[in-house]
């Protein structure tokens, strides 16, 4: 269960905040729902953060499991949001958008998988906490192929706040499900590999933080180098990059 949050129905103007009150009253009205994208990395605030890697958030995002994507709505309208009819019409079996107007804010709704330039299938994955583990909010990163600075510092954020391990170690970024990931769709594997390279050439930290996000990185890259791949993922590694291996969403969710 997630932490006793204050429900009402007014949106606050805190994002953290409010992201914790929107789960909190998902899951009291039978559904789960995470929250996903940089407020997530925020929540996870284990660390003194340097300025570099700290930034203001303008929206909310969610995924929810699927299934649970009327419950969700129905609850999101009664604590203070506006649902986008049109768009939710068209296509709420995946993705959903509602309105803060109060605060002008959008909240966006992945339900049951977050797609950006791949699919990050999370069936499952809505384990206990506000948000999604930190394995899979770093392969939400990873999975853009055009990484911007704000990917970077979220990127960064979550790795110096975490130490790495198996994810029965509790509040770490799971090297298991890193590995899962990615040895079984050479896609997955290239493009995560890439914004690891990315994300190691354009840190801008100094100091001790500098060299344990160095150390992580280079880990996080040998983990998932080192894991032994499957048949389809070698097959596909035969053509290479000959041909696309990855998709470009009109838009990127931040």
């Known amino acids: 269960m997630t932490d006793p949050t204050p429900v009402g129905s007014t949106p606050l103007a805190d994002v ?67 649902a986008d ?28 998988a977050f797609s950006m330039c791949h699919k990050l299938e999370l069936g499952g994955r809505l384990v206990a906490g506000a948000t999604l583990t930190p394995a899979d909010l770093l392969l939400t990163k990873l999975q853009i192929v055009e990484l911007n600075p704000k990917d970077v510092a979220d990127a960064l954020a979550l790795v ?31 493009t995560a590999s890439d914004s690891l390279a990315r994300i190691r050439e354009r840190t801008e930290l100094a100091g001790p933080l500098a060299e344990i996000a160095a150390q992580r990185l280079d880990a996080i890259s040998g983990a998932i180098d080192a894991t032994p791949k499957s048949l389809r993922w070698r097959a596909r590694a035969r053509v290479g990059r000959r041909m696309p291996w990855y998709e470009l969403p009109e838009e990127h969710v931040r």
């Open 160 to 190: 110096v706040s975490h130490e790495l391990g198996a994810e029965t170690g509790g509040d770490v970024i799971g090297l298991d499900r890193l590995a899962a990931v990615t040895a079984g769709d050479w896609g997955w594997f290239t």
């Open 16 to 82: 953290r905040g409010e992201a914790r009150r929107v789960v909190a009253a998902v899951e009291a009205a039978g559904t789960l729902a995470r929250v996903v994208g940089g407020v997530a990395i925020a929540l996870h605030d284990h660390v003194a953060l340097p300025a570099s890697l700290v930034r203001p958030y303008a929206d909310i995002d969610l995924v929810v499991q699927a299934g649970g994507e009327s419950i969700l709505a129905r609850t999101l309208v009664e604590i203070g949001y506006e």
């Open 85 to 112: 009819r049109k768009f939710n019409a068209l296509y709420g079996y995946r993705r959903m958008l509602f309105w803060d107007r109060p605060n002008e804010r959008q909240l966006d709704v992945f339900v049951g």
